[in-house]
């Protein structure tokens, strides 16, 4: 019978429209309740913003690419590895933290709820064992599948059924959330020497196109009911001028609509769209251009996207994407280290270090793209904050993004004051234009929180005060009424929670974590598909021929999983 | 220049981990102060006064601060650890990481240092008099960016991985040096006085390695061009003049294809 009350805090919940009214938040058993008992222990909000638990649509945080971005590189542990704090685990990495890290650091921005973004299905349960060993946090992993053998196989053939009994399949195989689509046909490509830039470019022996594949996974997604919608990074990431694919990619929604129960109104999610915004022929500020603003016009006006933006925090990071031919490219544009594994038949992973360098030109285009995308959604329940953890920044950073977006002046500053090409990137982007425009906390809100929960299908557990919702609430050190005037104190506010309550349970208190054990859950999505003699004996046949495991032993075991937290989806009812 | 002596009275079970042990620490601190600074066993920290009898005085600035370290300190890392400036003098043989990622100063140690001495060291004088063990002046696991500047000089041999991801300053071994010299290295200088069994400037691109003994086992990456008169440490001699790794990338500058310069004296 744990009671809370967070009194006089200034609520803002989009869900409920709520824009910095001031009121109390109940708390009981876990859950927001209409009020508690006299007993109920009081948090003093007063001059504070509360918020629901944060949520993070696109973040690489557990499985074999992560851990191997961990052991590849020690330097980004160095001097950055304090002593353990007395009731804490230890905490390493700066760009890769470890699994503890991980947890304590969202839990710091008052996270609640964070997506992994790409997990490789035959490593399915490396991705369950490091959530597991991730505190606080609830977590999901989306199995990446547009270079999937069989996908390719019958999105050729136009079999889209078979497709929806494969996915169910791999779905509760892998226990996972959603279809990720990583350069689709670009990996398997690869594979053979080439990539696919547009979204015609035929991948070899499969004679099948990025846009075949894109379509195929909408039509197997809305023909599955999935809460989240086909999760997509798009082919030609990073390299200039590939707008255009993004625009024919983005365009391929056109004709869809979302078919789900769970609120979900987009057929696509289009991940870290900065990386995808790029006009000219070179990274030259000669050449480069942003072309945000002619992706963004398209995204304003069509319901069927959501999109997150990929913010590039001007640090040291370590790119790693299931994007394995990016990979290799960056290593010869960087020659720092580069490693690559292959998935057999199912994808692969890159990965190098990156510095994203305020004294160079594209760094500072690059940071600057990623703020215009966040500043020109019209709706900002369908444009989420991320940075790619950790591939344009640590997500740990984003109190920062949320600072430079909150604050014209923070942004002006640094054009001005920190990057060395600062009138290079004005005239070649358009955050010259945007100088004076500003998002406000209820933006940030809808950003973070209600929007991001929606498009994910998981409105119903997260990103909301409603009463009866799972007590995940934050309490920063903000004044809706009286807004810092240092940009600075949106950081620092943003980045130490005052308070943080997960599933009801005080997590962080007075800025401090107080208690970390906390059940954290792992969300899946069980699909139910009518039975399917081909599908499986395609799978079978596929294990015996070409996998190096035998079909028994691929499925995630029950143990793998810890604390499963089931979306039933069944579409023979 | 004030003197501050310490005399290591008590070994610790584990080894210690002294990365407070510098001048900059202990300037313009009391002989009491100095004996509160921490110094760390495995995970427990312990006042240095523990370990340690502390005499003398710390001047009012690191560049003003000498420490002179007395007793057996071959079980302790670290010392010296990111020092910007004054002088540390050890009468012992030390473990590893001594003067690492040092940016300024002196550190002499009287004895043997055991590896990583000096690793990604920016600047200052270090010279050990005695033997090392691997990775002397080389870049942290895993760092692509090494020491940059400073002198290192060890008067006895060497083990392997030495100047790895180096960048600039100079390393002087003045006995023979193992395998892995110069590796992947990016600028400065490494001058060996004896032998060196082999793999010099393995994936090298810029830089130079001057080896007065014999090279057991070249790298085939590395390709004669002339014989030229080089001043080295103070003597001039003539040496055969090799580029290489021809095996990696080496960029134009101004109009010059840029090598490593490996000079094997004649
Ligand atoms: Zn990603």
């Known amino acids: 019978m744990t009671e809370y009350i967070i009194k006089n805090g200034c609520v803002i919940d989009p869900t409920q429209g709520i824009n910095g009214q001031k009121m109390d938040i109940c708390i009981k058993d876990g859950k927001i309740v209409d009020k508690v008992s006299n007993a109920a222990k009081v948090i003093d909000a007063a001059g504070k913003t509360v918020m629901a638990g944060g949520v993070d649509i696109h973040s690489h945080v557990a499985g074999p690419k992560v851990n191997a971005g961990r052991l590849f590189r020690p330097e980004d542990k160095l001097f950055k590895s304090p002593m353990r704090k007395s009731n804490l685990r230890m905490e390493m990495g700066f760009s890769v933290p470890s699994v503890s890290k991980t947890g304590y650091d969202y839990a710091r921005l008052g996270y609640g709820f964070v997506m992994e973004a790409a997990m490789p299905p035959l490593e399915a349960a490396h991705v369950h064992e490091e959530i597991r060993d991730t505190p606080i946090i609830d977590e999901a992993a989306m199995p990446v599948l547009a270079n999937n053998w069989f996908l390719l196989e019958y999105f050729k053939n136009h079999e ?309 919702m799972n007590a995940n609430v934050a309490v920063y050190d903000i004044d809706p009424e009286n807004l810092p005037s240092d940009p600075e104190q949106y950081e620092t506010a943003f980045g130490n929670v005052f308070a943080f309550f997960k599933d009801g349970v005080l997590c962080v208190e007075n800025h401090e974590i107080v208690n970390y054990s906390m059940p954290k859950k792992t969300v899946w999505v069980n699909s139910i598909v009518p039975e399917n003699k081909q599908v499986e004996r395609d799978i079978r046949d596929k294990f015996l021929r070409t996998y190096t495991v035998d079909l028994e032993n691929y499925a995630v075991f029950d143990e793998h999983v810890h604390n499963p937290y089931k979306i039933k989806v069944d579409i023979t009812q | 220049m004030n003197t501050i002596t310490i005399t290591l009275a008590k070994q610790a079970q584990l080894y210690l981990e002294a990365d407070l042990i510098t001048p900059d620490q202990f300037a313009g601190k009391s002989t009491a102060e100095i004996g509160a600074i921490e110094i760390s066993e495995g995970k427990i920290r312990y006042p240095l006064a523990s370990f340690a009898k502390i005499e003398g005085a710390a001047g009012p600035t690191p560049e003003e601060t000498r420490i002179v370290l007395n007793g057996d300190w071959s079980r302790v890392k670290r010392i010296g650890q990111q020092m910007s400036a004054g002088e540390i003098i050890i009468n012992s043989n030390v473990d590893m990481y001594t003067g690492g990622w040092m940016k300024g100063g002196k550190i002499t140690v009287n004895g043997n240092a055991d590896s990583f001495t000096g690793i990604a060291m920016a600047g200052g004088e270090l010279t050990i008099k005695g033997n090392c063990q691997n990775h002397v002046g080389s870049a942290y696991r895993g760092d692509w960016r090494g020491m940059t500047g400073g002198v290192l000089r060890v008067m006895g041999n060497v083990g392997n991985d030495i100047g790895t991801f180096m960048r600039g300053g100079t390393i002087i071994v003045e006995g023979d040096a193992f395998i892995h010299v110069h590796t992947h290295g990016e600028g400065g200088t490494i001058i060996v006085k004896g032998n060196v069994e082999g793999r010099v400037g393995g994936q090298s691109v810029k830089g130079d390695v001057f080896v007065n003994g014999k090279i057991d086992y070249m790298m085939p990456g590395f390709k004669y061009v002339d014989d030229v008169t080089k001043e080295v440490d103070g003597v001039s001699a003539v040496y055969a003049h090799y580029i290489g790794d021809l095996g990696e990338r080496h960029p134009d500058v101004k109009g010059q294809k840029i090598f490593t310069n490996l000079y094997l004296k004649k």
């Open chain 1, 160 to 468: 889209i059924e078979n497709a929806g009994a494969y996915a169910s399949w791999i779905l509760n195989a892998t226990r996972g959330y959603a279809l990720k689509c990583v350069n689709p046909g670009g990996t398997e490509a690869w594979g053979w020497g080439l990539n696919c830039i547009t979204i015609h470019d035929k991948v070899p022996y499969f004679d099948i196109t990025p846009a075949e594949i894109v379509k195929g996974l909408i039509e197997t997604n809305e023909y599955l009911r999935l809460p989240h919608s086909v999760h997509v990074h798009a082919n030609n990431l990073g390299n200039p001028g590939n707008y255009t694919t993004t625009l024919d990619t983005l365009k391929l929604v056109e004709g869809y609509k979302a078919n789900n129960d769970f609120d979900r109104e987009q057929v696509m999610h289009h991940t870290h769209i900065q990386f995808h915004c790029y006009g000219g022929d070179s990274f030259k500020s000669s050449s480069f251009e942003s072309k945000s603003k002619e992706v963004m016009d398209y995204v304003n006006k069509q319901k069927g996207l959501t999109i997150d933006t990929g913010n590039v925090t001007l640090d040291e990071t370590t790119t790693m994407t299931a994007d394995g031919p990016f990979e290799y490219h960056l290593t010869h544009l960087n020659h720092l280290k580069w490693t690559n594994v292959d998935v057999e038949l199912e994808t692969a992973a890159g990965i190098v270090p990156f510095i994203y360098d305020p004294k160079t030109y594209i760094a500072g285009a690059q940071w600057a793209i990623g703020l215009e995308v966040a500043l020109f959604a019209k709706d900002k329940e369908r444009c989420f904050i991320t940075t790619d953890h950790p591939n344009a920044g640590p997500f740990w950073r984003y109190p920062r993004i949320y600072k430079w977006l909150l604050s014209a002046k923070a942004r002006n500053d640094l054009i001005a004051n920190e990057l060395k090409y600062g009138d290079k990137v004005i005239d070649t982007t358009y955050i010259g234009e945007l100088s004076d425009k500003e998002i406000s906390l209820y933006d940030l809100a809808q950003m973070t929180r209600s929007g991001v929960a929606k498009s994910l299908g998981l409105s119903h557990l997260y990103g909301s005060l409603k009463t009866g």
